[in-house]
């Protein structure tokens, strides 16, 4: 169907464009100038936050794939610093201090209010059942700017795809651990990049390729096997169809106008280098 198929392409594009959240030096100011202490601090208090002052037991069980040592350095200690309210006046500042420097005066000739109203359609009334993080985000209020808005938007879709990719990991009998030596053997992120930015240790990296080894999803020397290569791809295409509801409703000349716009902001992050590849999201930021 169509619109499953433009869930990969349209990831490619709101996955950027929300990325700048964490990302750029406007950001990680934004969040120090909140009180928050450090790049880390800053993520996890910034992504929960719309969740309201969660504790590490609950953003181990939804962010899925980071270490729990890398979790409690930052949680609940964060919300001592800047509530969630707070925070969330801080994600935005930064967003809109890295857009208006990256954009500057682009910003002019994009058709940012069609595109804000475009991807509001395809992310009001999405269903969010069973999905926590795309909920958070979708009952925060709106934006008057559009690009903030159009940002907003891309932040709910990200969340919701990723909602749906952690119960796909779920259903094939993955931990988060497993989910990152997947994306390690298949070659879509270096070990090394995953390991640092999840906050895993070497022993527990290899204790997950030992499980899927026997599983017989990799080999000894932790690359995929056929089984594992095969078992990864139905992973990618269950997350897929699982994101494709706002497609669906947007309908594909609707959804190819969105994608346009998208993709002028994606080719100015890219440019500024506010998004890099390698990433450890796995996002490639060539042509899908």
């Known amino acids: 169907m169509e619109h ?34 450090g ?50 006046e801080a994600r935005l500042a930064g967003v809109e201090g890295a857009y208006a420097r990256i954009l500057g005066p682009k910003r002019a000739g994009l058709d940012l209010a069609g595109a804000a109203g475009l991807a509001r359609a395809a992310v009001e009334s999405l269903t969010v059942a069973g999905r926590p993080l795309a909920a958070a985000n979708a009952a925060l209020a ?21 909602d749906g990719h952690v119960a796909a990991l779920v259903d094939a ?13 298949t070659g879509r992120v270096p070990r090394d990049l995953l390991q640092a930015s999840r906050g895993w240790s070497d022993d527990e990296w290899d ?14 020397q932790g690359a995929a096997t056929p089984t594992g290569t095969l078992d ?5 295409d269950a997350t897929d169809r699982l994101a ?3 497609w669906a409703r947007l309908g594909e000349e609707r959804t190819a106008a969105l994608r346009a716009v998208l993709g002028h902001l994606v080719g100015a992050l890219v440019a500024a280098g506010a998004v890099v590849e390698p990433n450890p999201i796995g996002l490639s930021l060539g042509p899908p």
């Open 232 to 236: 990864r791809q139905a992973i990618e």
């Open 4 to 37: 499953v198929r433009s869930a990969r392409a349209m990831w490619q594009v709101f996955e950027p464009v929300h990325a700048v959240t964490y990302f750029t030096d406007e950001a990680v100011e934004a969040f120090g100038a909140a009180g928050l202490k």
């Open 142 to 162: 709106w934006p008057e700017d559009p690009l903030l808005a159009l940002w907003q938007a891309a932040t709910v879709l990200r969340e919701h795809r990723g």
């Open 207 to 220: 204790e997950a390729v030992a499980a899927l080894a026997e599983r017989g999803w990799v080999n000894a």
């Open 244 to 246: 494709g509801e706002p």
């Open 39 to 88: 790049f880390w601090m800053g993520y996890f208090a910034g992504r929960a936050a719309p969740m309201g002052g969660v504790g590490p037991a609950v953003v181990d069980a939804t962010f899925f794939n980071f270490s729990p040592r890398r979790v409690t350095r930052a949680l609940p200690d964060a919300w001592g610093f800047a509530p969630p309210g707070r925070v969330l």
């Open 173 to 185: 009998g993955l931990d988060g651990r497993q989910a990152l030596v997947m994306m390690a053997a």
